[in-house]
């Protein structure tokens, strides 16, 4: 049986916030709380555990990665054809930093953007729970349900915690 | 066009005010469209045309063989600087007078890029064979050449038209959401549908986006420095005089930085002239955008004359013949007018607040900062290659018709792709502006009431 999704509507932050203690506090498991916003709020302001994230970390080990290709690139291929000049090197080290800097820096570029987008699950097209007042700087909370028990049983806290609205997504 | 009734009874006055330009069409727009799309058209007939004839059409001739193109690429590329690094460097900062303003300046760094990137191309002549650059092994199993500074400007160009379009869209995708609640039409709804990814603002969602933004802008920044300085080893790899300086890196970053804060002066003032955008960009932020301009112009200047007065006390022959050719022969005016336009005017200027609270003197001084910087960068590539070498070489260079609508050209096109962008986007950041009302609070001190932003 597909989850519910019980949504509900707020035009402040502060009785959002204290309907996720209510839900909380009902033994609604964090992970299955979502807040939706029009503004990145600060994470302590909802009392869920930190999200986590291996942005930096991608970024770093692409960005490693992307040196050694800049430098494969610029000196790999001197060393593929090499042309000697008189009491030249094969590879130039300084003019091969340049291609390094910057291949390091496209690729930590890259990994940063695909990353964000992988954590994040996006793109997603598929119909997930959603309110459009989110986009007028609404606060909406959404709490994953396995059945309908437990459904009207977070239907009756986010009443009580003063929501503007509350509304089914199946 | 009319726009989604409010779907609840919210303050939307911030999604209707910078949405209206993605839905409301004016006769305006239309009539600037049709002028750059006829600009832009002909300075690409015009391309086309030199192609077929050749490029002695050019007022191009040995030993002159960078002139007008050169100064265009240049110029472009300088332009597009102060876009991604002011707003890197004041989101890094957490700089919050920047929210109104970030979104134009990106878009205006990709868009200048992309005019910027076109100048090698038409500047080769025979354009066909451009993917000689393009790093990939030859049936003779011989790879491009990295040594070269030419190389090295594709690497930084491309990494740079890369961060940058990154460093817009990201940002943009919480606003493109706003614009898919807000359309009403299928199509547009559809289009904003897939440029806002399936974003909802889950908290997991903005804890990324806003990791990532911090990322790209410590990544973006330094990528900025790099391409100005690798456009100016193009000129400084060189051994010709004038142009082999170690001051050219530093010098030409600068330079890039004051031409593309007064681009970014010019486009916030007719921005909020268009779209009557008072409320968002106030004299408040256009003083402080001065401000930064300031300084980069008095820092442009210093490195200007610390070059001037080394070379001419130096009195080196080669270097002396193209200082005179400055001071008192072809270039004169160049010169006289590249000098007043970005040290004895603007300095000056810029210094009085009224000056720098003033949308339509801004927006004039502006325009002619940026006359200066271009005849700047002509200073630089033309006089030392009308000069070089021994004297039986010596010659003139003038522009013929070709190169004036090859100047024109990219003008049209960033114009229009701007104006292109106005219908797809919204110019401010709406989730950012969003963001300073929410932290933003009064406080009472003595008989006056201050306003101050609550951050982390």
Redesign the interface.
């Known amino acids: 049986m597909a989850d519910t999704y019980v949504l509900a509507?707020y035009?402040e932050?502060d009785p959002a916030a204290a309907g996720i203690q209510r839900l909380l506090g009902a033994s609604v498991k964090p992970e299955d709380i979502?807040?939706?916003?029009?503004?990145?709020?600060?994470?302590e302001v909802?009392g869920?555990p930190e999200?986590k994230?291996n942005?930096?970390k991608v970024?770093a080990m692409f960005w490693v990665i992307g040196a050694c290709c800049g430098f494969t690139?610029?000196a790999g291929?001197?060393w593929?054809?090499p042309l000697p000049t008189g009491g030249k090197p094969i590879v130039?080290l300084p003019?091969?930093s340049?291609?390094i800097?910057?291949?390091s820096?496209?690729m930590?570029?890259?990994s940063?953007?695909v990353?964000?987008?992988i954590?994040?699950k996006?793109?997603?097209?598929?119909k997930?729970?959603?309110h459009?007042?989110?986009?007028?700087?609404?606060v909406v909370l959404?709490v994953r349900c396995a059945d309908e028990s437990s459904a009207s049983k977070v239907d009756e806290v986010l009443k009580a915690s003063n929501a503007?609205?509350v509304l089914r997504h199946v | 066009m009319k726009l989604h009734p409010p779907l609840v009874h919210g303050d939307d006055k911030i999604n209707r005010d910078i949405l209206r330009p993605l839905f409301e069409t004016s006769w305006r727009w239309w009539a600037l469209f049709g002028l750059c799309l006829t600009g832009f058209g002909a300075g690409f007939v015009t391309w086309m045309w030199m192609l077929g004839a050749g490029m002695w059409v050019t007022g191009l001739h040995r030993p002159v063989m960078w002139g007008v193109f050169i100064a265009n690429f240049v110029f472009w590329v300088g332009l597009s600087h102060s876009g991604t690094l002011i707003s890197a460097i004041l989101r890094l900062a957490k700089a919050d007078w920047r929210r109104p303003i970030t979104r134009a300046a990106e878009a205006m760094t990709v868009f200048t890029v992309l005019m910027a990137a076109q100048f090698p191309l038409i500047h080769l002549g025979r354009t066909w064979f451009f993917y000689y650059i393009i790093p990939y092994v030859n049936q003779r199993e011989m790879w491009g050449n990295f040594r070269s500074p030419l190389a090295w400007d594709l690497m930084a160009i491309l990494t740079y038209l890369s961060g940058s379009l990154i460093y817009l869209y990201l940002p943009t995708v919480p606003d493109f959401a706003i614009a898919r609640d807000y359309a009403t039409t299928p199509v547009r709804k559809k289009l904003f549908t897939m440029l806002a990814l399936g974003w909802r603002g889950t908290r997991k969602e903005w804890h990324r986006m806003n990791l990532a933004i911090l990322m790209l802008a410590v990544l973006v920044l330094p990528v900025a420095v790099s391409v100005h300085t690798i456009v100016s080893w193009d000129f400084a790899m060189a051994l010709a005089p004038q142009w082999h300086t170690t001051i050219f890196g530093p010098y030409f970053v600068l330079g890039a930085i004051y031409s593309g804060m007064a681009l970014v002066v010019t486009l916030t003032v007719l921005i909020r002239w268009a779209f009557k955008w008072e409320d968002y960009i106030t004299p408040f932020h256009l003083d402080k955008l001065s401000k930064i301009m300031l300084v980069a112009a008095i820092l442009w200047t210093y490195l200007w004359c610390g070059d001037y007065l080394i070379t001419w006390y130096g009195r080196l022959p080669e270097e002396k013949v193209i200082i005179d050719i400055k001071n008192g022969g072809p270039f004169f005016w160049h010169q006289l007018t590249m000098m007043l336009a970005n040290t004895i005017v603007a300095i000056p200027m810029l210094a009085f607040k009224k000056v720098r609270t003033s949308p339509w003197a801004l927006m004039f001084l502006t325009i002619f900062i940026n006359v200066g910087m271009w005849l700047e960068r002509y200073l630089i590539a033309v006089p030392t290659l009308v000069q070089k070498g021994p004297s039986y070489t010596w010659t003139t260079y003038s522009p013929t018709w070709v190169e004036l609508m090859m100047s024109i050209y990219p003008f049209a096109g960033f114009v229009m792709l701007y104006v292109l962008f106005v219908k797809m986007a919204p110019f401010i950041s709406i989730w950012e502006i969003r963001e300073d009302r929410v932290a933003e609070a009064y406080k009472t001190m003595g008989q006056a009431k201050l306003r101050a932003i609550v951050a982390e």
Request: proline residues 8%.
């Open positions: 509507r035009r932050v979502d807040v939706m916003t029009g503004v990145p709020y600060p994470e909802w869920l999200s994230s942005i930096r970024a690139l610029a291929t001197a593929l054809y130039s003019t091969a340049v291609i800097y910057e291949m820096m496209l930590g570029i890259f940063v953007a990353a964000t987008l954590e994040s996006l793109p997603n097209f598929k997930l729970p959603y459009p007042a989110v986009s007028d700087g609404h959404s503007d609205e």
